[in-house]
């Protein structure tokens, strides 16, 4: 049976992927659903948010455009550091960071080239561009940042390494980010992990990974960042160690792909949440 929403999903990301290109070391995106509804008015949180996870699923894009609408209502970040999975295995490296720039469909989305270089230094690597050609991880949230944010540039790091951490090299990249999340860099910088949780499961499997990624979601100072089952456990393990066990989360929304779709096979699942300091 034909499926409207599932459709528009595929179809979306398949213009992403097409769009996506590097003329000029400019990346060109589109994505229609920026300018949708705000259909779920969210409360803030109490204190000022520093950090927070969203999906880059495009399925998603009501739930990923109420987020960062809510979100500016609370601040306007100078920068975002973007942190996200490497899905297509094409960095040369531990992590890769770029100096290119977006063309969101609102407008150019710049890198803070300043700031990546000053890591690329920090972190002992170069430039790595071809990490970013059709990263969606980044690439998808892009337009959401340019329209609620236009004035913000971006930092946006891709990690490999898939499902596994390797401390070393996730503790490596916290410390170069440690001075950038102190209290003073907390007013002018929002770390912002580009993350789906559960993967390709039935209802009642994405049911129990979900409640183990809730209980460290709503308290990290109490149960390990290692319970979290989502696609950027790198991400999550450095939002633990910037957050140094004082942080208080806000979940914004949790849904998954079946919810918006009806689709009950190969469930993911969803999690929007704003992070901020005790």
Not at 111 to 117: G, M
Not at 135 to 144: D, M, N
């Amino acid at each position: 049976m034909f499926n409207k929403k599932v459709f528009i999903y595929f179809a979306e990301l398949i213009f992403i992927l097409l769009a996506f290109s590097c003329n000029r070391n400019v990346r060109e995106i589109s994505l229609q659903n920026a300018d949708a509804p705000r259909a779920m008015p969210w409360a803030l949180p109490v204190a000022l948010p520093w950090a927070g996870i969203v999906s880059h699923h495009t399925l998603a894009h009501e739930y990923i455009d109420a987020w960062f609408f809510n979100l500016s209502q609370a601040r306007s970040p100078k920068r975002f550091f973007i942190i996200s999975p490497d899905h297509y295995n094409l960095s040369l490296d531990h992590y890769s960071l770029t100096t290119g720039s977006w063309d969101s469909g609102f407008g150019i989305v710049e890198s803070d080239i300043e700031k990546v270089l000053e890591m690329t230094r920090l972190l002992e690597v170069v430039p790595g561009e071809k990490a970013f050609e059709i990263e969606h991880g980044i690439s998808a949230l892009i337009p959401y940042i340019k329209k609620y944010f236009p004035q913000s540039k971006v930092v946006a790091v891709v990690i490999s390494g898939g499902s596994g951490v390797n401390t070393l090299i996730a503790g490596r990249l916290a410390g170069v980010l440690e001075k950038e999340f102190d209290k003073q860099g907390k007013k002018e910088n929002f770390l912002l992990i580009s993350s789906d949780f559960s993967h390709n499961g039935s209802l009642e499997e994405t049911a129990i990974n979900d409640l183990k990624s809730e209980q460290y979601l709503r308290n990290s100072k109490n149960v390990s960042w290692n319970t979290v089952i989502c696609d950027n456990r790198y991400g999550i393990y450095i939002l633990d160690r910037l957050g140094k066990k004082s942080m208080e989360s806000r979940i914004l929304s949790h849904t998954n792909s079946f919810e918006i779709s009806g689709a009950d096979k190969d469930i993911t699942s969803y999690f929007f949440v704003y992070f901020s300091d005790k």
